[in-house]
Each structure stands twice: as structure tokens, then as C-alpha cells.
């Protein structure tokens, strides 16, 4: 069974950074593209970013150039390093297949505020 841990969210002001972590287990991780969501209160999941196992990356518009996707296959591990944040970027922030595949993991909540 496939499982999905996120990590690295917490409190930060405007114009700051987080560098968030999934880890992922109970599959072959390298051969899967894989994405970043998040959902905001009252507001449906959406994909934030995505990299493919060639390490191609696609962002959705209102984070390019604010964040980067990464991955490491050889600890099945998936990064998003998030910097000039904003506060419409408050949301809990999941990992998954870019397209999604596996149960959802707990997710790891960021909040940008002042």
C-alpha cells in the first residue's frame, strides 16, 4: 500500500519561504510523475506543481517563479521549495501522483500571514 507523508509546513509571514518534503513508500517512485496540491479553506484541491520523471516541471500561473518543484528518486522524496509567499498561498498542501492515484496522505498545513 502505497503511502504519503508531507512535511515541512508551518507559520510564516508574507515574502517569506518554507521548503515542504513528501516522502513516499510502498511503490516504484521513479517511474511516476508526481504533483504538489493544495486546498484552501472552502476552496477545492488544485495542482500546484508538477515533475515528471525526466524531471520536467509544470506550474500552475499564480506560483511560477515562486516555487520549485524538485525530486530525489533515490529517497523517494518529493520537494517544493516555496519562497515570496503569499497570503493566498495559506492551505494545506498535499503530494500525490501528478495525476492523482494513491489515498491522500494527512498533508502539511502552511499558513502566510502577518
Known amino acids: 500500500q502505497v503511502q504519503l507523508v508531507e512535511s515541512g509546513g508551518g507559520f510564516v509571514q508574507p515574502g517569506g519561504s518554507l521548503r515542504l518534503s513528501c516522502e513516499v513508500s510502498g511503490t516504484i517512485f521513479g517511474f511516476y510523475s508526481m504533483g504538489w496540491y493544495r486546498q484552501a479553506p472552502g476552496k477545492q484541491r488544485e495542482l500546484v506543481a508538477s515533475i515528471t520523471p525526466e524531471r520536467q516541471t509544470t506550474y500552475v500561473d499564480s506560483v511560477k517563479g515562486r516555487f520549485t518543484i524538485s525530486r530525489d528518486n533515490a529517497k523517494n522524496a518529493v520537494f517544493l521549495q516555496m519562497t515570496s509567499l503569499k497570503l493566498e498561498d495559506t492551505a494545506v498542501y498535499y503530494c500525490?501522483?501528478?495525476?492523482?492515484?494513491?489515498?491522500w496522505g494527512q498533508g502539511t498545513q502552511v499558513t502566510v500571514s502577518s
Open positions: 500525490n501522483g501528478g495525476t492523482p492515484r494513491w489515498k
